[in-house]
């Protein structure tokens, strides 16, 4: 069973906090994304990277940035979080086999509130 | 660039009547479909694709090219259908991998 895994279920940050988000996936997947989620907006993609050391912007990565060291781990900063980044976050990796494309398998997600 | 239009954020149903949640898409390549759910208090998870042309949970989806339409069907719902529906859209990156482009999702309720 795959399993996606996000540090922290809930957190509270104040108004230009920085704020880490984690993610840990065990299936030795090449991508990780991360998406926010919100109420009539759907899913929008913040940042992916395919592999170790890459990365690629999304459609609204302005006010984030993401670290992939380890193939496993795929990290979501928010150098100066704002009210406007309340959000519940989504983490998801899927394999790069072609056949699979398309397949994610999510973590349970991290719902951020800034004050 | 790819787009997909979910029209309705909320569909209610009674339980044993059919159900459609709608999908289109704009993508100028050739387009991979998806339908993923989430359950109350559950991950989101795959719900089928449509190169697979299968049936999961009674559910069906068939990809309509000359309307860009990817509908999710059921002839009879469920009360455990109740759930958050999205449909995804999936582009292969020019640098390998791939990534989805989701809908806004649609609320699907079903009432006793």
């Known amino acids: 069973d795959v399993k996606v895994t996000q540090s922290s279920r809930y957190l509270v940050k104040r108004t230009g906090e920085k704020v880490f988000l984690e993610c840990v996936q065990d299936m030795d997947h090449e991508n990780m994304f991360w998406y926010r989620q919100d109420p009539g907006l759907g899913l929008r993609l913040i940042y992916f990277?395919?592999?170790?050391?890459?990365?690629e912007k999304g459609d609204i990565p302005e006010g984030y940035s993401v670290s992939r060291e380890k193939k496993e781990r795929f990290s979501l900063i928010l150098e100066s979080a704002s009210t406007n980044q309340t959000s519940m976050y989504l983490c998801?990796?899927?394999?790069?086999?072609?056949?699979?494309?398309?397949?994610?398998?999510f973590g349970e997600g991290s719902r951020l509130t800034v004050l | 660039a790819q787009r997909v239009t979910q029209p309705e954020k909320l569909l209610s149903v009674f339980k044993g009547a059919p159900v459609e949640l709608k999908c289109n898409y704009s993508y100028s390549g050739s387009p991979e479909l998806f339908w993923y759910v989430q359950y109350s208090r559950q991950r989101l998870q795959l719900l089928l694709r449509h190169i697979s042309r299968e049936s999961i949970k009674g559910f069906t989806a068939d990809l309509n090219k000359g309307e860009t339409s990817f509908h999710l069907k059921k002839p009879f719902a469920q009360e455990e259908d109740s759930a958050m529906y999205y449909c995804?859209?999936?582009?292969?990156?020019?640098?390998?991998?791939?990534?989805?482009?989701f809908g806004t999702g649609t609320q699907l309720k079903v009432e006793l």
């Open positions: 998801a990796s899927s394999p790069d086999r072609r056949r699979d494309a398309g397949e994610l398998f």
């Open positions: 995804a859209l999936s582009s292969i990156l020019t640098g390998g991998g791939n990534k989805l482009t």
């Open positions: 990277s395919y592999d170790v050391k890459m990365k």
